[in-house]
């Protein structure tokens, strides 16, 4: 089975296939025109927001406290050490 419509058939009349024809062209490059000016606007907003949270200071970090170990630790008891038995 083939698919049908995939591709647009242009009209038989060569003045409408030429209108067709600019036509998608002039959409293609509008559509390439407000994409390139959207991208333009959000990397300007980024590039504000960067600078403005650089200007402001950010945040000030507090200093950390000697007494306290950051992570997830077990307490082990002190015993003899289990070794790998003795070769005879």
Do not use: H, Y
């Not at 949270?53 to 507090?62: D, E, H, K, L, N």
């Amino acid at each position: 089975m083939r698919a049908r419509f995939t591709f647009p058939t242009l009209p038989l009349n060569p003045v409408i296939r030429v209108l067709a024809l600019a036509g998608m062209v002039v959409m293609l490059i509008g559509l390439l025109t407000v994409g390139l000016v959207v991208g333009a606007a959000v990397l300007a907003v980024a590039a504000l927001v960067v600078a403005i949270r650089r200007w402001r200071g950010g945040r000030a970090s507090r200093p950390a406290d000697p007494s306290i170990i950051e992570g997830e630790f077990t307490v082990v008891t002190p015993r003899q050490r289990a070794g790998l038995p003795r070769p005879e």
